[in-house]
């Protein structure tokens, strides 16, 4: 039997909207009260989860993150101002969201969630909410609900868009019905590399909130077998129905969530130049070829004086790379150019193809100090 | 067969738009995705990539027709 408590005219007040709230009232409320979620990550999703959540009145809140404040964060994590930098996340949170509502006990946790401590950090929670920024704790955490059977609020965000989803949710389609397998590191960018909109993450954050409380106070329509995805840049939001394809069957404990998304590409003995071999080149009007394969925005920040072929168009420009001189390949990290030099060594029989060690953010660095870099 | 491709995500950027036009020899998803895949080489490291057939995930045999909406939704990890 869960206790029942009775509300005092200090909580009466501060929930009475919920209370007026049709099919939510004091039975909803008591609900949220007696709750125990656990929210991983306290970033950019994270602060408007969480500052919802604690809000609401949900009782018993665990925040995981072992980051600090920095001053990039501010554009977005609403819940930190510049006094704050360099102080953990999770205690910083904690400790503005008890002004916000004692009757939330609030825990912090500063240690990273890993596969050895995951499962015994996360049991006896009723939900967990995915706030992470990475795929390995995005699968920890999804074979982790599955593990615990524990139903997982899910939301990402990049550049312009975001994907909310209820996974496993009395035994729904979890993340691995979606997406089965990582993409390889090297074909995806971060928030810190791709860039997002600040208040794309309060938008997608308080849609994941607002799912949470859906879930913990039983009303409503989750977003069970379904995923959001929303464009802030067209307002366009679709939800695509998921197939449960029974994943779970194959999650029969956590693995080296590191390992799993590192799958490493099948190697070729691709060829590659140093930034200062480019640098001889240049210097001495040596006859070869530099192309950029980087966006046009990419480019505008910071550029080699290269050809500009943005990777999605190489395939269509085959013919003006050149096959009877030295042709050096760069993006920003060296990454993308890679993908481009083997897929052109293996479809159309290249031998001439150089990839730039480290890309333009080699050069930034050991060539030229005064280059922006991004 | 024509059809027209709304992208997301990284797939936005490996193909050069959020509304790409394709012709692909063949008729269900699993042609579409060979022929994506064969022109945009890069989606190949997304490893899992969602095809959304009128809103609902689809599998490799489903059939496809010019009129369609399609999606390709591959995972994002920010937060």
């Known amino acids: 039997m869960t206790k029942v408590n009775h509300f005092s005219q200090e909580e009466r007040e501060r929930y009475s909207r919920h209370f007026v709230l049709p099919q939510f009232g004091e039975s909803a409320q008591q609900n949220l009260l007696q709750s125990r979620v656990a929210v991983v990550g306290a970033g950019g999703l994270g602060c408007p989860v969480l500052q919802y959540l604690v809000a609401a009145g949900v009782g018993h809140i665990a925040i995981f993150d072992h ?88 939301a990402s965000i990049y550049r312009y868009e975001g994907q909310v989803a209820v996974f496993n949710y009395q035994r729904s389609a979890n993340y691995r019905d979606l997406y089965p397998l990582p993409p390889r590191p090297e074909a995806v960018t971060n928030c810190e ?15 994941q909130a607002n799912e ?22 067209t307002m366009e939001s679709q939800i695509i129905q998921i197939a449960n394809k029974n994943e779970r069957k194959n999650i029969l404990g956590l693995i080296d969530y590191d390992d799993f998304c590192n799958a490493p590409k099948k190697t070729t003995d691709m060829k590659e130049v140093t930034v200062q071999e480019l640098k001889a080149l240049k210097d001495s009007k040596a006859n070869f070829q530099l192309i950029d394969v980087r966006e046009p ?33 760069h993006c920003r990290s060296g990454a993308r150019s890679g993908n481009m030099v083997k897929w052109l060594e293996s479809n159309h029989g290249f031998t001439n193809l150089y990839n730039l060690k480290g890309g333009i953010l080699a050069w930034a660095k050991e060539i030229d100090t005064s280059m922006p870099t991004y | 067969m024509e059809l027209k491709i709304k992208t997301f995500g990284a797939a936005r950027d490996m193909m050069g738009g959020k509304e790409v036009v394709i012709k692909i020899n063949g008729t269900n998803v699993c042609d579409l995705r060979k ?37 390709l939704i591959p995972p994002v990890s920010g937060g």
Do not use: M, W
């Not at chain 1, 791709?194 to 993450?201: I, P």
């Not at chain 1, 859906?214 to 409503?220: M, P, S, T």
């Not at chain 1, 550029?303 to 395939?315: F, K, M, R, T, V």
């Not at chain 2, 009128?54 to 369609?68: F, G, M, V, W």
């Open chain 2, 35 to 71: 022929t994506l895949v064969a022109t945009y080489p890069a989606l190949a490291d997304l490893r899992s990539l969602l095809i959304a057939v009128n809103q609902q995930y689809a599998e490799d045999s489903q059939q496809l027709k010019e009129t369609d909406e399609i999606a």
């Open chain 1, 297 to 329: 925005h990419e480019f505008d920040i910071c550029n080699l004086d290269g050809e500009l072929i943005p990777q999605a168009e190489i395939p269509h420009n085959v013919d003006k790379i050149a096959k009877d001189k030295q042709v050096v390949i």
């Open chain 1, 67 to 154: 980051d600090n404040v920095s001053l990039s964060n501010l554009q977005r994590q609403i819940l930190y101002t510049a006094a704050d930098l360099n102080q953990p996340k999770a205690q910083v949170a904690a400790e503005k969201l008890r002004a916000l509502n004692q009757h939330v006990q609030i825990d912090s946790f500063v240690n990273q969630l890993i596969a050895s401590n995951a499962l015994g950090l996360l049991k006896g929670f009723q939900l967990i909410i995915d706030c992470t920024d990475n795929f390995p704790t995005r699968y920890l955490l999804n074979d982790a609900s599955v593990l615990l059977d524990i139903p997982l609020i899910h």
């Open chain 1, 212 to 233: 949470a409380i859906k879930v913990l106070a039983g009303i409503g329509d989750p977003l069970v077998n379904r995923l959001l995805v929303f464009d802030s840049l």
């Open chain 1, 193 to 207: 590399e791709g860039g997002v909109l600040g208040a794309l993450a309060g938008i997608i954050g308080s849609i």
